[in-house]
């Protein structure tokens, strides 16, 4: 090693806590096949989260930096890394590093960041401040590389940034992570138009009706829907996030009833489903058995219709996906209440779904956990859920009460009695737990051959005459989901409220009925 080599490999071991490069090499090998520590790019392939997203979205290049930062910024990303930051949150970080690298160049400095003198904080700072940035981001950035300087203990140039006026980012989140309702309906509207390509339609009303992620939509197979009888269908989407290092993709099955608004869907996936098959004998290997592989479309705004061009098939990419609809929405006038062009991200759709859930009094963030392919609940109820504070600590305190105590969450199998309300309670707060009059509780009817609450409906279900007030007391309270339902004009929410009450007052009918019979 020569002595070079060794000064950074003794700055490095410094950087990360004394520890060996070797130890950090293989470290490093948990997230990339080829990369080594010394190289000056780094790609993280054992991170790629499916055949739709760019090697660009996992590869760091260490090239720019000044040859007495490159290992301090390296020993950065590993350590976020290991804290298992997305790569995306990584790269942002990393720009905002270069912001401060082409500031210094425009301004014939090519001193290592820790030469940088604390003047150079104001200048940096309106420089940031006076560019073509959006407002989030010129937070973001400067807020990026505050924590930066920390890590690198760059004291002086830290507390001079952290002594300018740094608007805050978390003000700038309520106001774009959410579609304005007018902006959905407008869009509705749009995607119900035939003139779009089926894939594109698709795409959207998986979106807008599923909380996922742009990337794990574009990652669903063929082979994603299947027929559970019943008129229900189930639906697989890989998730990842979640899913340890990020690579091991998980799959989540999703049962969906084939009606109303949800019957639109179906029938868009299976249509999409056809197509792809179709072009699986021309498609390439890796490219094979995906939904979403497809031949690019020309727009003739003349003719306001797509055209198929003569070009090789291709999977779907999310940032493809994102530019090709906030194009259509500028072709077509999608505009904000304001009146002004309405800028769309698909990653938004994914916090209205939760939202709009969550809101709707109908799901709990148990079961949102379920749909989203998350762990605990920490992610959903401080970045998804869009609520007034007081709403949010309200139902946050609830939920906590709701789920207290080991034995309510772990119950399965056991007896129970009424009286134990606690425990009773904590069993109901489960996803998939239901309560079956004072017969007792089925503590996951995901195993239900008729699957998610199919229990009154079916022809073996005997009901207690005694638990007339209980029945009663169900169809009070889908009554009341209704009116909640037709309140935020959920549709899905409606027709599972609607079926509900059919259900409840079926049993009400036949005990009331069979208590009449039984007095004549």
């Given at each position: 090693?020569?002595?070079?080599?060794?000064?950074?490999?003794?700055?490095?071991?410094?950087?990360?806590?004394?520890?060996?490069?070797?130890?950090?090499?293989?470290?490093?090998?948990?997230?990339?096949?080829?990369?080594?520590?010394?190289?000056?790019?780094?790609?993280?392939?054992?991170?790629?989260?499916?055949?739709?997203?760019?090697?660009?979205?996992?590869?760091?290049?260490?090239?720019?930096?000044?040859?007495?930062d490159v290992m301090t910024v390296k020993a950065y990303v590993l350590n976020l890394l290991v804290s298992n930051y997305s790569s995306a949150s990584i790269l942002g970080r990393l720009y905002a590093i270069k912001q401060l690298l082409r500031f210094c160049q425009s301004h014939n400095c090519v001193f290592a960041m820790r030469d940088l003198q604390s003047s150079i904080a104001p200048m940096y700072y309106h420089y940031i401040m006076n560019s073509q940035l959006d407002e989030q981001t010129k937070a973001r950035v400067l807020k990026n590389l505050m924590l930066y300087l920390k890590y690198a203990n760059l004291v002086e140039l830290h507390d001079a940034l952290e002594r300018q006026d740094i608007p805050d980012e978390s003000r700038y989140h309520n106001g774009n992570k959410l579609v304005p309702?007018?902006?959905?309906?407008?869009?509705?509207?749009?995607?119900?138009?035939d003139n779009i390509p089926i894939e594109y339609q698709c795409i959207y009303w998986i979106l807008r009706l599923i909380p996922n992620r742009i990337t794990e939509v574009l990652s669903m197979k063929i082979d994603c829907l299947t027929d559970i009888g019943h008129r229900r269908y189930m639906l697989c989407i890989p998730t990842f996030k979640q899913s340890g290092q990020y690579y091991r993709g998980e799959f989540k099955g999703i049962i969906i009833e084939y009606s109303g608004i949800a019957k639109g869907l179906i029938d868009t996936i299976r249509e999409q489903i056809a197509i792809a098959q179709s072009l699986q004998a021309e498609a390439k290997g890796a490219d094979q058995g995906f939904l979403f592989i497809h031949r690019p479309k020309m727009y003739h705004r003349k003719l306001d219709s797509f055209f198929e061009q003569n070009r090789p098939l291709t999977l779907i990419?999310?940032?493809?996906?994102?530019?090709?609809?906030?194009?259509?929405?500028?072709?077509?006038?999608?505009?904000?209440?304001?009146?002004?062009?309405?800028?769309?991200?698909?990653?938004?759709?994914?916090?209205?779904?939760?939202?709009?859930?969550?809101?709707?009094?109908?799901?709990?963030?148990?079961?949102?956990?379920?749909?989203?392919?998350?762990?605990?609940?920490?992610?959903?109820?401080?970045?998804?859920?869009?609520?007034?504070?007081?709403?949010?600590?309200?139902?946050?305190?609830?939920?906590?009460?709701?789920?207290?105590?080991?034995?309510?969450?772990?119950?399965?199998?056991?007896?129970?009695?009424?009286?134990?309300?606690r425990v009773w309670t904590g069993i109901l707060s489960k996803p998939f737990?239901?309560?079956?009059?004072?017969?007792?509780?089925?503590?996951?009817?995901?195993?239900?051959?008729v699957k998610v609450f199919d229990c009154l409906e079916c022809?073996?279900?005997?009901?207690?005459?005694?638990?007339?007030?209980?029945?009663?007391?169900?169809?009070?309270?889908?009554?009341?989901?209704?009116?909640?339902?037709?309140?935020?004009?959920?549709?899905?929410?409606?027709?599972?409220?609607?079926?509900?009450?059919?259900?409840?007052?079926?049993?009400?009918?036949?005990?009331?009925?069979?208590?009449?019979?039984?007095?004549?």
């Open positions: 090693m020569s002595n070079n080599l060794a000064n950074q490999a003794n700055t490095i071991k410094m950087d990360l806590g004394g520890q060996s490069i070797d130890e950090y090499e293989q470290i490093l090998k948990t997230y990339s096949t080829f990369s080594r520590f010394y190289d000056s790019k780094w790609i993280l392939d054992k991170r790629y989260t499916g055949r739709n997203v760019r090697v660009s979205n996992h590869q760091f290049i260490f090239a720019p930096y000044h040859s007495r309702q007018n902006v959905i309906e407008q869009l509705d509207t749009l995607f119900l138009n990419k999310y940032d493809v996906f994102n530019a090709w609809i906030q194009r259509h929405c500028l072709r077509k006038g999608i505009v904000d209440i304001s009146g002004q062009p309405y800028t769309l991200s698909s990653h938004q759709f994914r916090h209205n779904a939760i939202t709009e859930r969550l809101n709707s009094g109908f799901f709990n963030l148990l079961e949102i956990c379920y749909l989203l392919g998350h762990k605990n609940v920490t992610m959903p109820y401080q970045a998804y859920w869009h609520y007034s504070n007081e709403r949010r600590i309200e139902k946050g305190k609830l939920l906590r009460e709701q789920i207290s105590g080991e034995e309510s969450l772990n119950f399965k199998g056991k007896i129970i009695k009424t009286s134990q309300t737990s239901h309560q079956i009059g004072n017969i007792g509780i089925c503590s996951d009817i995901s195993n239900c051959n022809v073996n279900f005997t009901p207690n005459a005694e638990d007339l007030p209980y029945f009663q007391n169900q169809l009070n309270e889908w009554e009341k989901k209704l009116n909640t339902a037709k309140s935020v004009k959920y549709n899905f929410l409606i027709e599972t409220a609607q079926k509900q009450i059919r259900a409840n007052q079926r049993v009400i009918e036949k005990i009331t009925s069979e208590r009449k019979r039984s007095h004549l």
